[in-house]
């Protein structure tokens, strides 16, 4: 069984910086892809930036020039540093995984608050 935990949410001013991680932990399985998305009161989850195993990566607009999705293999860790924050990032942030137990599938945290304040 595959566990994401997730830690470094909080409460910022806008302009501000914060960097979340995400460690990927359990037995037997190889990561392809980490990323995070969030999810905002009454709106729908949506993706925030993500990075393969191959190196590639994918940014939500709102976030480009912003946002750095990185990762730390050997930990199976994955980062978004934040910064230049504004009140609208404002959100539960979820860490996410697509990886192979062997079995495919996508794993998810339990989320960390983001709160930006103006």
């Known amino acids: 069984q595959v566990q994401l935990v997730e830690s470094g949410g909080g409460l910022v001013q806008a302009g501000g910086s914060l960097r979340l991680s995400c460690a990927a932990s359990g037995s037997s399985f190889s990561i392809n892809a980490m990323g995070w998305y969030r999810q905002a009161p009454g709106k729908q989850r949506e993706l925030v930036a993500r990075l393969t195993s191959s190196g590639s990566t994918n940014y939500a607009d709102s976030v480009k020039g912003r946002f750095t999705v990185s990762r730390d293999n050997g930990k199976n860790t994955v980062y978004l540093q934040m910064s230049s924050l504004k009140p609208e990032d404002t959100a539960v942030y979820y860490c996410?995984?697509?990886?192979?137990?062997?079995?495919?599938?996508?794993?998810w945290g339990q989320g960390t608050q983001v709160t930006v304040s103006s």
């Open positions: 996410n995984a697509d990886l192979w137990t062997p079995l495919y599938g996508s794993y």
